[in-house]
């Protein structure tokens, strides 16, 4: 049983993803990019992977495309901020939307203010901002 984890902690991260590629989607990955999984698959594999956690990040990427040219394409930013207590409502437009930048999911479209919870508003955000995500291979 140990011969096995060992043989399996010296598998090289990108032969894991091409393993649970396969196990997945029932293919191993076309390097030719067919589709966007391809893609980030091939980007690993050559080591470019670091710039997919960049444009994952809703703030940092704004600065991507920005530096691509194409800032009249971002939606207009109101604040950023590191607590929900910091967020003055008040100023918030009738309609908007507020995004916690480190998962997924974690979002609330408000379209009419005057109808907002804003302590139940700062009470999910509260709790969200309390969640922490990170990946790890083991």
Known sequence: MSSIRNAIRKILPWQIG????????????????KDYSDY?????????????????????VREYVKGKGLEHLLTKLYGV????????????????AMKCNHGCDMNIICPD?????????KDILAKWLGQ?????YE
């Open 132 to 136: 922490e995500y990170e990946f790890r």
């Open 81 to 96: 901020w590191d607590s929900p207590n910091e967020i003055e409502f008040e100023s918030l437009p009738v309609s908007f």
């Open 40 to 60: 980030i698959f091939w980007d690993n594999l050559l080591g470019r992977h670091i710039k997919h956690a960049y444009l994952a990040d809703k703030y940092a």
């Open 18 to 33: 091409y393993f649970y590629d396969f196990t997945r989607i029932k293919h191993f990955p076309r390097l030719c990019n």
């Open 113 to 121: 203010k005057s109808k907002l919870n804003v302590n139940e508003t």
